[in-house]
């Protein structure tokens, strides 16, 4: 964890930070130095990534407690591509992605992202705080690259 810590400080402490892409940290003790770092900063905590978009488990079972206790609640927006590995409530239609947002707040985020860009039809993401919903939607287009994301619309319908 020396590694990732003095990484962290490298950039933070030379050029500052506005935000952090957490990313893939896979492990219990990734999660929490990271949320240790973050939580020593003003800067928002963004994407922890615990699924791929093919829907391979990129993180350990051990770490999703520290996902959950360490890193949420000092996240201000995390994008939950995995909101089912997290909350336990599975985003498989429109109305799904409000049960998902509702399900995830009780772990600490000021502000939640659900993205739907796996479901049919045109890309759909909510984002919300709880009390406010701000709904992103986007007309889906064929793209035979869908390596990454943009409010899910990169994502060609299946």
Same mark, same amino acid.
Do not use: C
């Given at each position: 964890?020396?590694?990732?810590?003095?990484?962290?400080?490298?950039?933070?402490?030379?050029?500052? *930070?506005?935000?952090?892409?957490?990313?893939?940290?896979? @492990?219990?003790? /990734? %999660? $929490?130095?990271?949320?240790? &770092?973050?939580? !020593?900063?003003?800067?928002?905590?963004?994407?922890?990534?615990?699924?791929?978009?093919?829907?391979?488990?990129?993180?350990?079972?051990?770490?999703?407690?520290?996902?959950?206790?360490?890193?949420?609640?000092?996240?201000? *927006?995390?994008?939950?591509?995995?909101?089912?590995?997290? @909350?336990?409530? /599975? %985003? $498989?239609?429109?109305?799904? &992605?409000?049960? !998902?947002?509702?399900?995830?707040?009780?772990?600490?985020?000021?502000?939640?992202?659900?993205?739907?860009?796996?479901?049919?039809?045109?890309?759909?993401?909510?984002?919300?705080?709880?009390?406010?919903?701000?709904?992103?939607?986007?007309?889906?287009?064929?793209?035979?690259?869908?390596?990454?994301?943009?409010?899910?619309?990169?994502?060609?319908?299946?």
């Amino acid at each position: 964890m020396d590694a990732v810590r003095a990484q962290y400080r490298s950039v933070v402490d030379d050029i500052g *930070v506005q935000a952090v892409k957490t990313g893939l940290l896979a @492990s219990a003790e /990734r %999660v $929490e130095a990271v949320a240790e &770092l973050i939580g !020593a900063t003003d800067a928002p905590a963004v994407d922890p990534v615990g699924i791929s978009q093919h829907g391979d488990s990129l993180l350990a079972e051990s770490a999703l407690d520290s996902v959950r206790t360490e890193l949420l609640p000092v996240a201000t *927006v995390p994008n939950l591509d995995q909101v089912a590995q997290l @909350s336990g409530v /599975r %985003v $498989e239609s429109e109305e799904d &992605l409000g049960r !998902a947002a509702a399900a995830v707040p009780a772990y600490g985020p000021k502000w939640v992202l659900i993205k739907g860009g796996h479901l049919p039809g045109d890309a759909e993401d909510l984002l919300t705080d709880g009390s406010e919903e701000h709904w992103l939607r986007a007309p889906r287009h064929d793209n035979r690259h869908t390596h990454g994301t943009f409010t899910g619309a990169d994502t060609p319908a299946a």
